[in-house]
């Protein structure tokens, strides 16, 4: 039971359920609510599945063709930056742009639950606490993550229409900003040639 809670604190930090709630709000904006449950749904059932077969094949997949922790951080910041780029400068409404049948698979369960911090966080814990609490403690972080989005009505709710509206915004900005630091880390550790295959 010790080894859950050491593996279940490094691993909330990197879900960052919490974190991600204004991104999600603002990939979501606009909707149907019965969608956006939908949406919740795959996006957990996602990462869940990338982070267990990560979890049992990802090394051998990734030394074998070749892929490094820096190729990931790149690939998923180039993804989001798209993403929020797109969403800051389209005058439309998000329903015209939102595919809300893939939206939980991509972007929302990979990358930002699952993401290049959860992926590393798993390699290390289960290098030191084995897999049984890994895999518990990854489990249980989707999960929470999940109930996070589900509470996203009624914070919607409280902040308002315009309140809403703002955050959207300012989250549209704030994934940008992610997405740039993501491939900021990617190509510093390929320069300093520290960008090792899981």
Not at 42 to 68: D, H, N
Not at 158 to 180: D, N, P, T
């Amino acid at each position: 039971m010790n080894d859950f809670w050491l593996c279940f604190f490094p691993m909330f930090v990197a879900v960052d359920a919490v974190g991600i709630l204004p991104l999600f709000m603002h990939l979501t904006e606009g909707v149907e609510r019965l969608a956006v449950r939908k949406v919740i749904v795959q996006s957990m059932i996602t990462a869940l599945v990338v982070a267990l077969v990560f979890l049992a094949l990802g090394r051998w997949i990734f030394q074998y063709l070749g892929i490094t922790v820096a190729d990931f951080l790149i690939a998923g910041g180039i993804l989001l930056f798209t993403i929020s780029v797109i969403d800051i400068i389209t005058v439309e409404k998000r329903i015209a742009q939102v595919d809300a049948d893939s939206l939980g698979a991509v972007p929302i369960g990979v990358p930002l639950i699952v993401g290049p911090a959860v992926l590393t966080t798993i390699f290390v814990l289960v290098g030191e606490y084995g897999i049984m609490p890994t895999v518990a403690a990854t489990v249980v972080n989707i999960v929470i993550a999940g109930c996070v989005f589900w509470l996203a009505a009624p914070i919607y709710r409280i902040l308002g229409r315009s309140g809403s509206r703002a955050l959207s915004k300012l989250a549209g900005i704030l994934l940008a900003a992610i997405a740039v630091m993501m491939v900021r880390k990617g190509i510093l550790m390929l320069w300093q040639g520290i960008s090792i295959t899981p």
